[in-house]
């Protein structure tokens, strides 16, 4: 059973930067495509990144591409989120997700959930 432990969410002002960070457990992390999506308060959640379990593709929203860089260790078993010149809507909880060997583009789509970290960017 495969386990995810997101960390590194917080309070920043807009245009500052935070890193997110999902670290596995309890399985082998290869084979497994893995990304972000955000929910915020009334809205439905939504894909932000994804990387292909070969580190070779990457997808980003719209609404973030440019700003957020999604990357995997291997040998960490850990994603990160790298998020830079946040903006008050970017406030959401994010959660790491995962599924074996295919992509991704809605919940539904998903094996497994971290259990989520708060990021708010005050104006």
């Known amino acids: 059973q495969v386990q995810l432990v997101e960390s590194g969410g917080g309070l920043v002002q807009a245009g500052g930067s935070l890193r997110l960070s999902c670290t596995t457990s309890g399985g082998t992390f290869g084979g497994y495509t893995m990304g972000w999506f955000r929910q915020a308060p009334g809205k439905e959640r939504e894909l932000v990144a994804r990387v292909s379990w070969t580190n070779s593709n990457t997808y980003y929203s719209d609404s973030v591409k440019g700003r957020f860089t999604i990357s995997r260790d291997v040998a960490k078993n850990t994603v990160y989120l790298q998020m830079n010149r946040l903006n008050p809507e970017d406030t959401a909880v994010y959660y790491c997700?995962?599924?074996?060997?295919?992509?991704?583009?809605?919940?539904?789509?998903?094996?497994?959930w971290g259990q989520g970290t708060q990021v708010t960017v005050s104006s």
């Open positions: 997700a995962a599924r074996k060997y295919f992509t991704f583009v809605t919940p539904r789509d998903i094996s497994y």
